[in-house]
């Protein structure tokens, strides 16, 4: 049966944890993001070696566990002399995962972008980085906001694998807990209603940023 004072007294070690939870997949996703279009771009360049390496290792990520790579990146790395502690291994592992597929998101948008608008630059003899940053980018990040979202609460929602790092999260902790009163149900109760509290207003967050560079992105096309 549900116990008021017990759900109370795990409650502070609980919110403790949702705060780990959050910095792994704040920062885990911010390395997707930063792999995702750094991939992307490879996957444009005209060299064929780059073209496949980059594809080879898109598919090969893509289509093994994410908790093996984790494995890999925190027991495997120090027998190669490179030691990390669990939230270091936890963000690479995350972000090299969803980098991944973000790559792909970000393919799309920047496929969607008319050749007229690329011969443009060319014509006007704008750089790379000036063409990338300030025609191609501003145009085909907006209209996939809502799949980044999407990716980010995937992703937040995937961390509890990190516990097998040993990287201490929300369900870790409530591992931790039921484990040494022998109650689960507080805890993992507790645990789920924070996943709800946390995932729904990301995704209205995600919504209303949205909103705002469609705006802009809107106007610029009707002028």
């Known amino acids: 049966m549900w116990n008021h004072e017990f759900a109370l007294s795990i409650l502070p070690d609980l919110v403790k944890a949702m705060k780990l939870t959050v910095s792994a997949t704040v920062v885990g996703f911010l390395v997707a993001v930063l792999i995702g279009l750094v991939l992307a771009i490879a996957r444009r360049s005209r060299f064929r070696v780059v073209q496949w390496s980059t594809h080879g290792f898109v598919e090969f990520i893509r289509n093994t566990p994410l908790l093996v790579q984790l494995y890999f990146i925190f027991y495997v790395f120090p027998q190669l002399g490179m030691t990390l502690s669990p939230f270091a291994a936890g963000v690479i592992g995350l972000g090299i995962h969803y980098g991944t597929y973000l790559s792909e998101v970000f393919r799309s948008g920047i496929d969607a972008i008319p050749k007229g608008q690329w011969e443009a630059c060319r014509a006007l003899n704008f750089s790379k980085g000036r063409t990338w940053l300030g025609v191609i980018l501003p145009q ?77 992105y809107l106007r610029k096309n009707n002028t």
């Open 140 to 216: 085909a990040v907006p209209p996939i906001i809502p799949i980044l979202g999407n990716y980010f609460i995937v992703m937040f929602k995937e961390t509890p694998l990190l516990s097998a790092i040993t990287y201490v999260e929300m369900l870790g902790m409530a591992k931790i807990i039921g484990s040494e009163s022998f109650r689960y149900f507080e805890a993992f109760t507790i645990v789920g209603l924070l996943f709800l509290v946390l995932s729904y207003p990301s995704s209205l967050l995600f919504r209303r940023l949205e909103e705002r560079l469609k705006q802009p």
